[in-house]
């Protein structure tokens, strides 16, 4: 799902006095670049959430909160982070969407949640966002375009009267280049472990397949692929399908 504005917030609030440094995941795979870990963005996820709370309108449908909480306290069984305390709401919305805070901190839209046919693609969405927070991507996130901006004000400094536009050029090829990429990348990820978490809970994963292709159904454009922060919608209908292929499922 659309990472929303909280993200920037985070990542223009959040220091560490840590050193960079890659660390393995276990979960992924791979090694990640984090200059913080989720604790130290916590404080700050907590204030966007309760900023979020204050500045945006909460639906007042209990029994909807409700489902939510029900699927998603399932979904975090599942994935293994009771060790937090999850929070969950729902806001009035036209725009289909959710969100997550590494926090533990769940958003979901009455669009959305009008959008999805049944609890099991609910569970698809409530997978994909703690999907996110297992990964630790909002840290990953953080650590590269901090990392990006400092390599980005030396290029600006050691081009004299050209520096500005050399900034927006390197802006540019860093978007396009190492950021977006990893975004879509973080997406794939999330949408993999989301089906694993389903799966555990007692979900059905090929509803993820069926919710990626309504939330197709309904986008009146598409921003091309190799400009967007996340991947098309046929690129992860695909990667899904053949990833719950893979695991019999």
């Not at 870990?37 to 909460?58: G, H, V």
């Not at 449908?61 to 399932?74: E, Q």
């Not at 901190?105 to 297992?134: F, M, P, W, Y």
């Not at 598409?222 to 053949?242: C, G, K, N, V, Y």
Request: charged fraction near 20%.
């Amino acid at each position: 799902m659309k990472r929303p504005v909280l993200i920037t917030l985070l990542a223009a609030t959040a220091l560490s006095g840590g050193v960079a440094a890659c660390a393995y995941n276990d979960t992924l795979g791979r090694n990640q670049f984090l200059i913080v870990d989720d604790s130290a963005l916590t404080q700050q996820a907590d204030a966007a959430w309760a900023e979020t709370l204050r500045t945006q309108r909460q639906s007042t449908d209990a029994a909807a909160l409700n489902r939510i909480r029900t699927v998603g306290g399932r979904i975090v069984q599942a994935a293994g982070l009771t060790d937090r305390r999850w929070e969950y709401a729902l806001f009035v919305s036209d725009a289909p969407n959710a969100f997550v805070l590494p926090s533990g901190k769940i958003g979901v839209t009455t669009s959305l949640l009008a959008l999805v046919r049944n609890d099991d693609q609910l569970a698809a969405v409530l997978g994909h966002e703690v999907g996110h927070v297992v990964a630790r991507h909002a840290a990953e996130r953080y650590s590269t375009s901090a990392a990006t901006g400092l390599v980005l004000s030396g290029v600006q400094g050691a081009a004299g009267d050209y520096g500005q536009a050399a900034g927006a050029i390197g802006g540019l090829g860093a978007q396009l280049g190492v950021l977006l990429p990893f975004s879509r990348r973080d997406e794939l990820e999330a949408d993999r472990l989301g089906v694993d978490y389903m799966q555990r809970a007692g979900y059905r994963p090929a509803e993820s397949i069926a919710l990626w292709r309504l939330m197709a159904q309904q986008r009146q454009g598409a921003t091309p692929e190799f400009a967007s922060t996340h991947p098309s919608d046929t690129t992860r209908i695909a990667q899904l399908e053949q990833y719950i292929a893979s695991r019999g499922w």
